[in-house]
Antibody
C-alpha cells in the first residue's frame, strides 16, 4: 500500500525557517517524481514544487522560488521541503504527492494527509 | 501561466447526472493526449485522483465517474450521483509549469 506521511509542520514566526519531510513507503521511491502542493485554509490547491526521481529536474512556483528548496533522499525514501523567509501567505496545509506513471503525462496519483504550517507572530 | 476556470458550485439531486466543467486559457493537448486531470476532495481529507489524461479512470474509481473534452474545454461527469460523491472537484493541467489547478467546484445536494 502506497503511503506518504508528512511531518515537520507547526507555528513559526514570519521570516523564520521550517523544514518539512515526507516519508514514503509501499513503492520504489527512487522511481517516482514527487511534489509539494499546498492548500491555504478554506482555499483551493496550489502546486509548490516538483522534483524528478533522480533530482535532475526541479521546478518551483514563482510564489516560493528563491525561498523554498525541494530535495529528496532516495536511500531514506524521504522527500523534503526547506522553507525560508516564511510569510503569512505561506500558511497552509502542505501535501506531498507522487507523480503517477501510467499513461504519458504527469499527474498526482497519491497524496499524503498533509502537514499544517502556520506563519504568525 | 495556464489558468483553469471552474464554476464554484453545482447543485444536483441524488441519482441524477452532474456535469462539472473546466476551461483552460491555453490548449492543454499535445499529440492527441490531454494533459488534464481531475481530483476529488472531501472535507478534512486529501485530494484523490479520479481521472487522468482527460478520460482515463484512475485505479479503484467507480465507473459512474467519467471525463471528456479536449483542447481548452473539459468535463467531469458523475452519473448517477451518490451521497458519497458530495465533495469539491478540481481540474489540473500538467502541460506546462507552473502546474495549475482550477478553483474547485463544490458539489452540493439540491
Amino acid at each position: 500500500e502506497v503511503q506518504l506521511v508528512e511531518s515537520g509542520g507547526g507555528l513559526v514566526q514570519p521570516g523564520r525557517s521550517l523544514k518539512l519531510s515526507c516519508l514514503a513507503s509501499g513503492f520504489t521511491f527512487s522511481n517516482y517524481g514527487m511534489n509539494w502542493i499546498r492548500q491555504a485554509p478554506g482555499k483551493g490547491l496550489e502546486w509548490v514544487a516538483s522534483i524528478s526521481s533522480s533530482s535532475s529536474y526541479i521546478y518551483y512556483a514563482d510564489t516560493v522560488k528563491g525561498r523554498f528548496t525541494i530535495s529528496r533522499d532516495n536511500a531514506k525514501n524521504t522527500l523534503y521541503l526547506q522553507m525560508t523567509s516564511l510569510r503569512s501567505e505561506d500558511t497552509a496545509l502542505y501535501y506531498c504527492a507522487r507523480h503517477g506513471n501510467y499513461g504519458y503525462t504527469p499527474y498526482f496519483d497519491y497524496w499524503g494527509q498533509g502537514v499544517m504550517v502556520t506563519v504568525s507572530s | 501561466d495556464i489558468v483553469l476556470t471552474q464554476s464554484p458550485a453545482l447543485a444536483v439531486s441524488l441519482e441524477q447526472r452532474a456535469t462539472i466543467s473546466c476551461k483552460t486559457s491555453q490548449n492543454v493537448d499535445n499529440y492527441g493526449i490531454s494533459y488534464m486531470h481531475w481530483y476529488q476532495q472531501k472535507p478534512g481529507q486529501q485530494p484523490k485522483l479520479l481521472i487522468y489524461e482527460g478520460s482515463n479512470l484512475a485505479s479503484g474509481i467507480p465507473a459512474r465517474f467519467s471525463g471528456s473534452g479536449s483542447g481548452t474545454d473539459f468535463t467531469l461527469t458523475i452519473d448517477p450521483v451518490e451521497a458519497d460523491d458530495i465533495a469539491t472537484y478540481y481540474c489540473q493541467q500538467s502541460k506546462d509549469y507552473p502546474r495549475t489547478f482550477g478553483g474547485g467546484t463544490k458539489l452540493e445536494l439540491k
